[in-house]
């Protein structure tokens, strides 16, 4: 059978990979910011975020409550730490009658101012969805026409 005019051109080879030294340092290089990347960028929020954390509830903690009160030096994560014991007890406290009539008190309340209303409800509904016990979340996908007709 001969070739086809309109057949595609054979594929160019494949170049071959540099060997020499500076290729090799290029390539080690490359690796370790490959595997250090992720891991800095990681440590890196976390100690944001923990250091926002305590900056955000520091005031809120009496100074006699505070470790550096009694030590010559911060403690960071001190502000996490109480955040998360504040939040579980709010959890622990909503959870029951009282607490759940309250919620629902007030998100009837919330549910009555207009623009608090559709900031509250949406956020209401990612936290569902994101910290539901059902395992579906995120299983379907959508697709939207954006920016203009036809694409999607």
Request: charged residues 10%.
């Given at each position: 059978m001969p070739p086809r005019d309109d057949a595609p051109a054979p594929l160019d080879p494949v170049p071959e990979p540099?060997?020499?030294?500076?290729?090799?340092?290029?390539?080690?290089?490359?690796?370790g910011l490959v595997v250090t990347g992720p891991i800095a960028i990681t440590l890196y929020l976390v100690w944001w975020f923990v250091t926002w954390v305590?900056?955000?509830?520091?005031?809120?903690?009496?100074?006699?409550?505070?470790?550096?009160?009694?030590?010559?030096?911060?403690?960071?994560?001190?502000?996490?730490?109480?955040?998360?014991?504040?939040?579980?007890?709010?959890?622990?406290?909503?959870?029951n009658l009282i607490g759940r009539t309250l919620v629902d008190l007030g998100e009837t309340f919330l549910g009555r101012i207009p623009a608090v209303r559709a900031i509250y409800r949406g956020l209401?509904?990612?936290?569902?969805?994101?910290?539901?016990?059902?395992?579906?979340s995120f299983r379907k996908v959508g697709m939207v026409e954006f920016p203009s007709p036809g694409m999607w």
């Open positions: 540099h060997t020499g030294l500076m290729g090799r340092f290029r390539n080690y290089f490359l690796t305590d900056g955000v509830v520091r005031p809120f903690v009496p100074l006699a409550y505070r470790p550096e009160t009694y030590l010559p030096y911060v403690i960071p994560g001190w502000g996490l730490i109480v955040a998360f014991f504040t939040l579980t007890l709010v959890g622990f406290l909503a959870a209401k509904q990612v936290f569902e969805t994101l910290f539901s016990g059902n395992g579906s």
